[in-house]
């Protein structure tokens, strides 16, 4: 079975500063890693997912995520924060039917002026 | 502009009613998933159709009831078996259901925001 783990459900950075949110997963076979944004009263958008291949994913509003087998981590990252991107981001893992998605419980990041 | 469009936004039940959400997709999307989301809990899947005419349960099914008699649309029904409905009802969608079909990107809708009274 998969499963995500999101360590740190909430995380504040000052403007400008790195953000940085964790992710470990576990998977009994080769792993599709996602994450979403989440605006407040809204549904879930993507960020960026890994599949194969490269294991540095870029995705949209400047962020990346890396995918470290050796650790079962994808953790989140952007250089420089701005206010917008105050949200709620969840990791996922793809499950082994149906295409489901097993998501962590989401980590809220507050951005500081 | 093609998506997914869940009705109503918010949606107030007394205690022993039935309620019917609404999700319509115009992707033409195979399957269509259903989600709750608590504060802290993340999401967690209540139930999914690959095909139409077809649905599974999910982790969460219990006091919920769905069905899906077109692709386009999988209304889901939260039924007084449900013990603490309110929460936000996510719905999303993916080209395809098939576990080999690649990394299948959810699109979500706006979501429904249900509370018991």
């Known amino acids: 079975a998969q499963s995500v783990t999101q360590l740190g459900s909430h995380v504040s950075v000052s403007e400008g500063a790195l953000v940085l949110l964790r992710c470990n997963y576990s998977?009994?076979?080769?792993?599709?890693l996602f994450w979403y944004v989440q605006y407040p009263n809204q549904g879930l958008q993507l960020l960026l997912k890994?599949?194969?291949?490269?294991?540095l994913v870029k995705g949209i509003n400047g962020f990346e995520a890396e995918f470290k087998k050796s650790e079962t981590s994808f953790h989140l990252t952007k250089p420089s924060a701005h206010m917008s991107d105050a949200a709620e981001y969840f990791c996922?893992?793809?499950?082994?039917?149906?295409?489901?998605?097993?998501f962590g419980q989401g980590t809220e990041l507050s951005v500081k002026p | 502009d093609g998506g997914i469009t869940q009705s109503p936004k918010y949606l107030f039940r007394k205690e022993g009613q039935n309620v019917t959400l609404s999700c319509e997709q115009n992707?033409?999307?195979?399957?269509m998933y259903w989600y709750r989301q608590d504060p802290g809990q993340g999401l967690r899947l209540i139930y999914y159709?690959?095909?139409?005419?077809?649905?599974q349960k999910g982790d969460i099914a219990e006091g919920y009831s769905v069905s899906r008699e077109k692709k386009e649309s999988f209304p889901l029904t939260v039924t007084s078996a449900q013990k603490n409905p309110t929460a936000f009802y996510l719905c999303?969608?993916?080209?395809?259901?098939?576990?080999?079909?690649?990394?299948?990107?959810?699109?979500f809708g706006a979501g429904s925001r249900l509370t018991v009274l």
């Open positions: 999303a969608s993916t080209m395809s259901g098939n576990s080999y079909s690649g990394a299948n990107v959810l699109t």
């Open positions: 998977s009994s076979v080769p792993p599709y």
């Open positions: 890994y599949t194969t291949g490269a294991t």
């Open positions: 996922a893992v793809k499950g082994n039917q149906g295409g489901k998605l097993i």
């Open positions: 992707l033409n999307h195979d399957a």
């Open positions: 159709s690959q095909i139409v005419n077809d649905f």
